[in-house]
T-cell receptor, first 113, second 113 residues
Framework: DAKTTQPTSMDCAEGRAANLPCNHS???????VYWYRQIHSQGPQYIIH???NNETNEMASLIITEDRKSSTLILPHATLRDTAVYYC??????????????FGQGTILTVHP | DTAVSQTPKYLVTQMGNDKSIKCEQN?????MYWYKQDSKKFLKIMFS???????INETVPNRFSPKSPDKAHLNLHINSLELGDSAVYFC????????????FGPGTRLTVL
């Protein structure tokens, strides 16, 4: 699986959009970009994933650059409950590595009142 | 209506003891996982089972033995506990077809004294 690079930490004001970047310059053609988050003392939570098109669900939007070497997770109106560690994961969708998510250090997002 | 549940939530034990952590999911998933999150917060997959069959077995000491009595349960038995086994253990589940969209349990904090 391709390696990802994320900022160690970010701050965001409550009610504003939180834009979390992820660099995955070695991503290959059949690798998807997944985002998870882990709120303190809880298990990780799946947020969204995409291959090359932008994606949106009830939690967030995922913007993937045309060359697929980077992506941005957008929380449109951050709340205090969005304070968490956000993980960007690049993963194959087949072969023997299926289901083997590799979590890096992630980005600690702190949402301030 | 808990989706993925683990028992116990906390486990404190002495070195050398044998202990088990239980996991149950009521999501109708066919694939279940065990992850370990160490003191530095790195989250690593240990095992994965699909329909009671082992499909991922990372480099984990053979003191750790997963057991899946049915596809809704995946238990983790640990023999001869060591200090380095202290960590938070997370169970997760998914459909095999969407194996990277995993639902995590609340975690079991294991402390070995």
């Amino acid at each position: 699986d391709a390696k990802t690079t994320q900022p160690t930490s970010m701050d965001c004001a409550e009610g504003r959009a939180a834009n979390l970047p992820c660099n995955h310059s070695t991503i290959s053609g059949n690798e998807y970009v997944y985002w998870y988050r882990q709120i303190h003392s809880q298990g990780p939570q799946y947020i969204i994933h995409g291959l090359k098109n932008n994606e949106t669900n009830e939690m967030a939007s995922l913007i993937i650059t045309e060359d697929r070497k980077s992506s941005t997770l957008i929380l449109p109106h951050a709340t205090l409950r969005d304070t968490a560690v956000y993980y960007c994961i690049v993963s194959f969708t087949g072969g023997t590595s299926y289901g083997k998510l590799t979590f890096g250090q992630g980005t600690i997002l702190t949402v301030h009142p | 209506d808990t989706a993925v549940s683990q028992t116990p939530k906390y486990l404190v034990t002495q070195m050398g003891n044998d202990k088990s952590i239980k996991c149950e999911q009521n999501l109708g998933h066919d694939t279940m996982y065990w992850y370990k999150q160490d003191s530095k917060k790195f989250l690593k997959i240990m095992f994965s089972y699909n329909n009671k069959e082992l499909i991922i077995n990372e480099t984990v000491p053979n003191r750790f033995s997963p057991k899946s009595p049915d596809k809704a349960h995946l238990n983790l038995h640990i023999n001869s506990l060591e200090l380095g086994d202290s960590a938070v253990y997370f169970c997760a589940s998914s459909h095999l077809e969407t194996y990277n969209e995993q639902f995590f349990g609340p975690g079991t904090r294991l402390t070995v004294l």
